[in-house]
């Protein structure tokens, strides 16, 4: 099953709450890219995770088995399944892979249960293992508000200017810690937030207008602690918009950036990706992809 990465294309952190977390407004869309989960019965009668990649954990601290340990206390049933991973996805990127594979996991331990847990509650437990993972059981682009836990799925004409949307994700050699990358923003309150009203208008407004394309929306203001310790991204970023005409964002806090090309333009794809490789190296992790108009619904 896959289990696909985020990018966040619209991202208004708001403030700091009384608890350390921050609210945000975001309008995230998975990608038809990403990682691929599948699972069979376990033999030893409880949950175990297999990866070629030697970089990802299989022990407990890996968010699939944490679902797979909440699946089992919230229903009862042992959560005996074999988890198979072939990593795509980067650590360190902002594109979700972690929590993707624990929501991917919730939906492959609710497929297998005598008594799979309703719609609900299966969001319940991916909001309990963190903040990005309930957009990964919805289906298509959705509005993230507060932690990520409130979600609201676009109108059909705003879902239209954003499914199925060709962009270009990549990332340098480098990851961003997302806690650095609050912390920095946090020090340089209040300038670095965008206050909710602000937020709630600038997508309300592109929402309202039919004729206003994807790019218009295009903000995260998460990239200005990742732009000033690594100069390198504003540059490429500047030197694809010179070159190419594209506007380059960060999804998340960062390091992957992504450019959304401009409808019917797919065969922009590898004169930036040839731009990226000369900025970055050739080693450089370039993925052409569409934002995903659906997924298979809880």
């Not at 298509?140 to 004409?157: I, K």
């Not at 340098?172 to 946090?186: K, R």
Request: hydrophobic letters at 45%.
């Amino acid at each position: 099953m896959l289990s696909p990465a985020k990018l966040n294309l619209f991202l208004a952190i708001t403030h700091r709450r009384p608890d350390g977390f921050h609210d945000l407004v975001s309008l995230v869309a998975p990608l038809a890219w990403g990682d691929e989960l599948t699972a069979e019965p376990s033999a030893s009668g409880s949950a175990e995770l297999l990866c070629a990649d030697p970089a990802v954990p299989t022990g407990q601290e890996n968010l699939i088995l944490k679902a797979a340990t909440v699946f089992a206390a919230a229903t009862g049933q042992p959560a005996a399944l074999r988890f198979r991973l072939v990593k795509r996805v980067p650590m360190g990127a902002g594109l979700g892979g972690g929590s993707s594979n624990a929501a991917t996991a919730l939906r492959l331990l609710n497929r297998a249960a005598s008594r799979p847990l309703p719609a609900s509650q299966l969001l319940a437990l991916a909001a309990h293992l963190g903040s990005d993972c309930p957009l990964f059981l919805e289906g298509g682009p959705v509005v993230m508000r507060g932690r990520g836990e409130r979600l609201t799925p676009l109108e059909p004409s705003a879902r239209s200017r954003v499914a199925g949307r060709s962009v270009l994700v990549f990332k340098p050699g480098f990851a961003i810690s997302t806690p650095w990358a609050y912390a920095q923003l946090a020090a340089q309150a209040p300038d670095s937030y965008l206050p909710p009203p602000e937020a709630e208008r600038r997508l309300g407004a592109w929402q309202a207008d039919a004729s206003a394309p994807l790019e218009n929306l295009l903000f995260n203001n998460m990239e200005s602690p990742a732009f000033a310790k690594f100069p390198a991204l504003p540059a490429l970023a500047d030197r694809i918009l010179q070159r190419h005409g594209v506007s380059v964002r960060m999804s998340g806090s960062g390091s992957a950036c992504f450019a959304v090309l401009p409808s019917g333009r797919g065969d922009l794809a590898d004169a930036i990706v040839a731009t990226v490789r000369e900025a970055l190296g050739a080693g450089a992790l370039c993925v052409a992809t569409n934002l995903a108009s659906s997924q298979i619904p809880v």
